[in-house]
């Protein structure tokens, strides 16, 4: 959930509540009622674990609804193309949804995680295409550049989600979002779990 494509288009705000191709679209008022709990899961989630609030002074959160659930992007300085030290943190207020409220702690750890592990600015791998958009944002345009990116996402997810399955997964919680990438399980069910991302995004290349 690390790099997915961003867009600063407002949500949606359809009078009632459907499901497009089986995507979740909310009404406005219900828009609201997720960004409010996106508000108090954040606070919640600083007073749990007080270590990751500086982490949460460099990050700022809007609502998206051009991605299917929460990614965080790097912010650059679009003159120099140097880090800001500061990101993004995207997030669909349909997906947020879905999600119990032991599960919305766990997506944002899970992306302040790529955050802090530097998965999004030191560890990635480097790309021919590299540009930046108006607000600092990279951007990745070459095909095979975007496979990579899209194979590194995968592998860091699986190095992140191994370490904080319970949140993620909420066993307590029958009605639980049943998402989310985990080694030993589905499509990687033969990839051991606690390896690094590197070694997760080295075995999916061979497979590319």
């Known amino acids: 959930m690390a790099n997915e494509p961003v867009s600063n288009e407002p949500v949606s705000n359809e009078p009632v509540a459907s499901k497009k191709k089986d995507k979740i679209v909310l009404t406005e008022k219900q828009v609201m009622e997720q960004n409010i709990r996106i508000a108090m899961s954040r606070a919640e989630f600083m007073m ?32 120099t193309q140097k880090l ?9 207020p349909a ?34 295409s590299f540009s930046l958009d108006r607000s600092g944002r990279c951007q990745i345009k070459d095909k ?16 992140i989600n191994c370490m904080i399955k319970a949140d993620l997964k909420d066993a ?14 589905g499509d990687f069910a033969k990839f051991p779990e606690f390896k690094t991302a590197e070694w997760y995004y080295e075995e999916l290349m061979k497979e590319h």
């Open 144 to 159: 095979e550049d975007q496979a990579k990116a899209l194979i590194w996402n995968i592998a860091t997810d699986l190095a």
């Open 48 to 79: 749990r674990m007080p270590r990751f609030y500086r982490a949460f002074d460099y990050v700022d959160m809007y609502p998206s609804n051009q991605i299917d659930t929460m990614c965080v992007a790097p912010l650059y300085d679009v003159d």
């Open 84 to 92: 800001t030290g500061r990101h993004d943190m995207i997030y669909s």
């Open 95 to 128: 997906f947020a949804s879905e999600l119990s409220d032991t599960q919305l702690i766990g997506v944002q750890m899970h992306e302040l995680l790529h955050i802090l592990l530097q998965h999004t600015t030191k560890r990635y791998p480097k790309y021919n």
């Open 172 to 185: 307590n919680n029958p009605k639980a979002w049943k998402g989310g990438l985990f080694p030993g399980e």
